[in-house]
């Protein structure tokens, strides 16, 4: 089984749905994120979690919300999806330790928005 | 502003060829520099580089860090098809152990037969 689960693994919507990605993990880190990744611009944080309740933006949260309910769970909801929020989305987390811990992905979701 | 720079974007290459990546930077109080593999699903961890001119190895891949020039390379020697990907360097920034990463634009690798 995958550390770091996202679903749904592809979305299509429509303009103005609201839409909800799922994020779940069994690594038992205290840290997780949410990037968005389009071609030529790598990848770019949405929203990050330290712990449970703890919500902080990154450089592109606008049109975007998280919820952290519990420490294995992150999920990003798109409130009024617009068409340029297409893009594959990813979840990582990181354990909190000393030093710069690497950062572990899910498998992505492929969202498109019509 | 923070930036991470990677070149070239693209890359093609045939197999058993070597090949170099180039990842540039500048970031605030930097600390570290990390290289991601990119399949068809999520980016795989490959190397953090935290000191000047100390080599990272593992089979065929290889890494080194310039913290005097802001930069760092990838070597890939004896590329395979399986080496096609897209490659991902980044970097932590922002206040000290946030956690948070910077990613360059990546640089797509293909490797033909």
């Known amino acids: 089984d995958a550390d770091v689960t996202q679903t749904p693994r592809n979305r299509i919507t429509k303009t103005g749905k609201r839409i909800m990605l799922e994020c779940s993990q069994t690594k038992g880190h205290d840290r997780m994120y949410w990037y968005r990744q389009d071609p030529g611009l790598g990848l770019r944080l949405i929203y990050y979690s330290f712990d449970v309740k703890d919500i902080n933006k990154g450089e592109i949260s606008d049109g975007y919300s998280v919820s952290r309910q519990a420490q294995a769970k992150f999920s990003l909801s798109l409130e009024s999806a617009i068409p340029n929020q297409t893009a594959l989305y990813f979840c990582?987390?990181?354990?909190?330790?000393?030093?710069?811990?690497?950062?572990?992905f899910g498998d992505g979701t492929r969202l498109s928005i019509l | 502003e923070d930036k991470v720079v990677q070149s070239p974007l693209s890359l093609v290459v045939h197999e058993g060829d070597t090949v170099t990546l180039n990842c540039s930077y500048e970031v605030t109080n930097f600390r570290s520099l990390l290289w991601y593999k990119q399949e068809k699903k999520a980016p795989t961890f490959l190397f953090m580089l935290?000191?000047?001119?100390i080599e990272k190895k593992s089979g065929r891949l290889s890494s080194i860090l310039d913290k005097k020039e802001l930069f760092s390379i990838l070597n890939i020697t004896a590329t395979q098809t399986g080496d096609s990907a897209i490659y991902l360097c980044?970097?932590?920034?922002?206040?000290?152990?946030?956690?948070?990463?910077?990613f360059g634009q990546g640089t797509t690798l293909q490797v033909k037969p």
């Open positions: 935290t000191s000047s001119g």
């Open positions: 980044a970097a932590p920034h922002g206040s000290s152990n946030t956690g948070k990463l910077i």
């Open positions: 990582a987390t990181s354990d909190r330790g000393r030093g710069n811990q690497p950062q572990h």
